[in-house]
């Protein structure tokens, strides 16, 4: 009886099962890879898209115009007036250079002025004097006329001490340093005592004029061509005056609040290195911005057709990146691509390897494998803006 009753529910269990199956099988259900059942996955169509890239260049920053601080003359330096850093206004007194001699040459020099102004004057008495005496017949017109050339020559003693006077002056005023314009001291290495010259290593300090700064950075040849090829214009000139206003990163990484005019600095395209030097020039009223700083220079470029896919999508294996795209039958295709990251590092700008139409898996690719058929669910237009932004 045991083996009559377990040979029926075995009977019973196996009906049941084959009714199940058959149900499964009669509702038209889909099968993915391997016989298991299909899932569905977020996917969208590819179409062309307007976008704005932002090429950025590491820069380095000078003031509008730096100019070195140097001695005229040789002395001790005996004044440091200014501190590092600190701003000055054109005039302002800097340093002061002692040396005895040039003191001592303008006293020597003002001697001989007044030595030759009393030599003119006595030439002069002496010609007011034989002019009378030539008119009565006393003495011969020779008289005369030697002592005018007399007074002729004591003029010029006076006028050339006089230059000697102004040359003393002038080197004595050099011992006197002032600001050739408004700017920033930068680092002084110099101390009160040290011997200076016109000939020393090391200028006295550098003066910027940082009221506008200078951002220089390097454009490789393609990089060049690329933007030029967007931008409007019919000449060289033309086509840099449009490229659009460049954005400043300092080195803590926020933008700078004004914007740049992008000037090239060199005609040339460097042999050694393939690219040409550029310039940005940004406004710097309040000095945020120091010379000699690093920082990033930014310029927009405007994209008029390109597909953009989102980073959801994508997967990486031995520094490749793939997609999967969707076939006519719904099965997925592991496909390469290339592509450069976007602004928002959360979507890729496609290069080569996908085109317009391509239907493409969006979210659950870990899941998936090459060659298993899914249920495409269309993603809706928010979609769609939530996985490209």
């Known amino acids: 009886m045991r083996n009559v009753l377990l040979m029926v529910c075995l009977m019973t269990f196996g009906l049941f099962s084959c009714k199940n199956g058959g149900e499964g099988s009669m509702s038209g259900g889909k099968t993915g890879h391997g016989g298991s059942m299909a899932k569905a996955y977020s996917v969208i169509t590819l179409h062309p898209e307007s976008v704005t890239v932002h090429k950025k260049f590491p820069a380095t920053i000078e003031g509008q115009q730096v100019i ?208 040409a030097t550029f310039k940005a020039v940004f406004p710097n009223k309040n000095g945020l911005i120091r010379s000699g700083s690093s920082a990033t220079v930014s310029i927009p470029e405007n994209v008029d057709s390109i597909l953009v896919v989102p980073q959801s999508a994508t997967y990486e294996l031995q520094d490749r990146r793939f997609i999967y795209k969707v076939g006519p039958d719904n099965k997925v295709t592991a496909v390469t691509f290339l592509s450069v990251p976007s602004d928002d590092a959360k979507s890729f700008l496609v290069n080569q390897g996908l085109s317009a139409g391509d239907r493409i898996v969006t979210e659950g690719v870990v899941s998936l494998r090459d060659g298993v058929t899914i249920i495409p669910k269309e993603a809706s237009s928010a979609e769609k803006g939530v996985q490209a932004n």
């Open 68 to 275: 070195e601080i140097r001695p005229m003359i040789n002395g001790y330096i005996s004044q440091i007036l200014v501190n590092e850093g600190e701003s000055v206004r054109k005039g302002q007194t800097l340093f002061r250079i002692k040396n005895p001699q040039y003191e001592q040459a303008v006293v020597s020099a003002r001697a001989n002025v007044n030595s030759a102004e009393a030599g003119v004057n006595t030439a002069a008495i002496e010609v007011e004097k034989v002019k009378p005496l030539v008119e009565k017949g006393i003495v011969s017109s020779y008289r005369q006329q030697s002592a005018e050339l007399n007074l002729e020559s004591k003029k010029a003693d006076l006028e050339e001490a006089k230059a000697s006077l102004a040359n003393a002056e002038a080197n004595l005023g050099y011992t006197v340093i002032k600001a050739p314009q408004d700017g920033i001291i930068g680092t002084i290495p110099y101390k009160i005592g040290a011997l200076v010259s016109s000939s020393s290593a090391e200028a006295l300090t550098k003066l910027s004029d940082i009221s506008n700064v200078i951002a220089y950075f390097s454009w490789n040849e393609k990089q060049l061509l690329d933007l030029l090829e967007g931008t409007t214009g019919k000449s060289l000139e033309e086509k840099i005056k449009n490229i659009p206003a460049a954005t400043l990163i300092p080195a803590n990484g926020s933008e700078y609040s004004e914007k740049g005019k992008v000037e090239m600095a060199s005609g040339l395209i460097s042999t050694e290195t393939g690219s």
